[in-house]
């Protein structure tokens, strides 16, 4: 029997966040996650690494829908809602780092961001886009 990767459902569990505390829930409502449990949490079969918790806006949904990956339109046959601004989601680190790179980046919330982040986003880029920085 192959190795099951999945966390336990709810909360962070033993990951930690880009500040080095536990990992805080993204968000439930709508919820999101690579899991569907709320957390940006990841395992080697997360090719896109699911790991940013990000603070929807209109910009960025508009700019990923031009990346071709429209987070907007509901896609019920994947239990999918579609986004609105002031969502939050677990956005894929490169291209949230894509976004940054051409001023579009949305807010994130430093607590629900998986360490795995760091592997590809500097901390100093998610710090100035920090939700909760004034």
């Not at 239990?79 to 490169?94: E, I, K, Y």
């Amino acid at each position: 029997m192959p190795f099951d990767h999945r966390p336990e459902p709810g909360g962070g569990g033993g990951d930690r966040n880009v500040l080095g505390g536990p990992l805080a829930d993204c968000s439930h409502d709508p919820k999101t996650g690579y899991f569907r449990d709320g957390c940006c949490r990841t395992m080697p079969g997360d090719h896109g690494v699911h790991t940013v918790c990000a603070v929807m806006t209109d910009e960025f949904l508009k700019f990923t829908q031009s990346r071709g990956n429209d987070l907007s339109t509901p896609r019920p046959e994947f239990d999918f809602p579609g986004l609105r601004p002031g969502d939050r989601w677990c956005l894929c680190a490169v291209r949230w780092l894509e976004a940054y790179e051409v001023g579009q980046a949305p807010k994130v919330v430093l607590a629900a961001c998986h360490s795995k982040t760091l592997d590809i986003v500097p901390l100093e880029a998610l710090t100035s886009h920090a939700a909760d920085a004034n």
